[in-house]
Nanobody, 122 residues
Framework: QVQLVESGGGLVQAGDSLRLSCAAA????????MGWFRQAPGKEREYVAA????????YYADSVKGRFTISINNAKNIVYLQMNTLKPEDTAVYYC???????????????WGQGTQVTVSS
């Protein structure tokens, strides 16, 4: 049974930073990809960033490129999302997921965490 637990969300002002964490447990993930998605009220869950378990390859959505950084501590099975220069439009519930490949497609992800709320005020 795979478990993902996100943490680090909160209420911040525009221009501030937050770091989200996603702790993974339950199996060996060495061949998997990890991703962050987000879902704003009334909108579909959208891709934010993804990383290979080795940390060697990362991908970002255009909307966060240059502001967000995804990284991994594979010794601790934790994936991070460093979010800088936050904007009100970044407000959403942020979810981490595990996929069998490095992917930006929601349907490729087999497991999800419960989500953590990020609210950015203007």
């Amino acid at each position: 049974q795979v478990q993902l637990v996100e943490s680090g969300g909160g209420l911040v002002q525009a221009g501030d930073s937050l770091r989200l964490s996603c702790a993974a447990a339950g199996r060996t993930f060495v061949t998997y990809g990890m991703g962050w998605f987000r879902q704003a009220p009334g909108k579909e869950r959208e891709y934010v960033a993804a990383i290979t378990w080795s940390g060697g390859t990362t991908y970002y959505a255009d909307s966060v490129k240059g502001r967000f950084t995804i990284s991994i501590n594979n010794a601790k099975n934790i994936v991070y999302l460093q979010m800088n220069t936050l904007k009100p439009e970044d407000t959403a519930v942020y979810y981490c997921g595990i996929a069998r490949v490095l992917s930006a497609r929601r349907e490729d992800y087999d497991y999800w965490g419960q989500g953590t709320q990020v609210t950015v005020s203007s």
